[in-house]
T-cell receptor, first 112, second 114 residues
Framework: KNEVEQSPQNLTAQEGEFITINCSYSVGISALHWLQQHPGGGIVSLFMLSSGKKKHGRLIATINIQEKHSSLHITASHPRDSAVYICAVRSQATGTASKLTFGTGTRLQVTL | GAGVSQSPRYKVAKRGQDVALRCDPISGHVSLFWYQQALGQGPEFLTYFQNEAQLDKSGLPSDRFFAERPEGSVSTLKIQRTQQEDSAVYLC????????????FGSGTRLTVV
């Protein structure tokens, strides 16, 4: 079982739809990152969370530490939101505290 | 520079060839990470530097993989005697401190071993 699991793996939505991507993890963490990766492109950090909720434009990220679960929401989705969205966690374990463990990503396609 | 720069963007190597991948982190960033991303998978940790010290190399898959950051800035990931299973995107990331804030990724080097 992977330490970080995302759902769904693939998601197709029509422009304007509200989108939710989920992330569950099995280890104690000090922080959780939501990342965006465009085809052939690099990875962009969207959010880093350790509690509560953050909002940036049409993106909202929430985390429930007790339930070991986080969600990324996109409101009023647009074709330019099409990308792979990756959840990554920073473990509380001793050692390399900053290294990230990644989920396998959610491939989002937003159509007109 | 403004971001993390990796070169080359693409590399095709014949099986058995040695390759060197370069990462130029954001100036002043203390932490530098290398990750390997196989097709359709999330990135997997390879190694971590704090300044010039390699503090964690637990993710390096074999002794054919070697990384260095001799002056605490530019880092090189070297793969000796490449094999087909080494084909992947190699991502470099840096952050200002050791706590994970300001994590910035490079665009990666796509290595194809033929």
């Amino acid at each position: 079982k992977n330490e970080v699991e995302q759902s769904p793996q693939n998601l197709t939505a029509q422009e304007g739809e509200f989108i939710t991507i989920n992330c569950s993890y099995s280890v104690g963490i000090s922080a959780l990152h939501w990342l965006q990766q465009h085809p052939g492109g690099g990875i962009v950090s969207l959010f880093m969370l350790s509690s509560g909720k953050k909002k940036h434009g049409r993106l909202i990220a929430t985390i429930n530490i007790q339930e070991k679960h986080s969600s990324l929401h996109i409101t009023a989705s647009h074709p330019r939101d099409s990308a792979v969205y990756i959840c990554a966690v920073r473990s509380q374990a001793t050692g390399t505290a900053s290294k990230l463990t990644f989920g396998t990503g959610t491939r989002l396609q937003v159509t007109l | 520079g403004a971001g993390v720069s990796q070169s080359p963007r693409y590399k095709v190597a014949k099986r058995g060839q040695d390759v060197a991948l370069r990462c130029d982190p954001i100036s002043g960033h203390v932490s530098l990470f290398w990750y390997q991303q196989a097709l359709g998978q999330g990135p997997e940790f390879l190694t971590y530097f704090q300044n010039e010290a390699q503090l964690d190399k637990s993710g390096l898959p074999s002794d054919r993989f070697f990384a260095e950051r001799p002056e605490g800035s530019v880092s090189t990931l070297k793969i000796q005697r490449t094999q087909q299973e080494d084909s992947a995107v190699y991502l470099c990331a840096s952050s200002p401190g050791t706590g994970g804030l300001g994590y910035t990724f490079g665009s990666g080097t796509r290595l194809t071993v033929v």
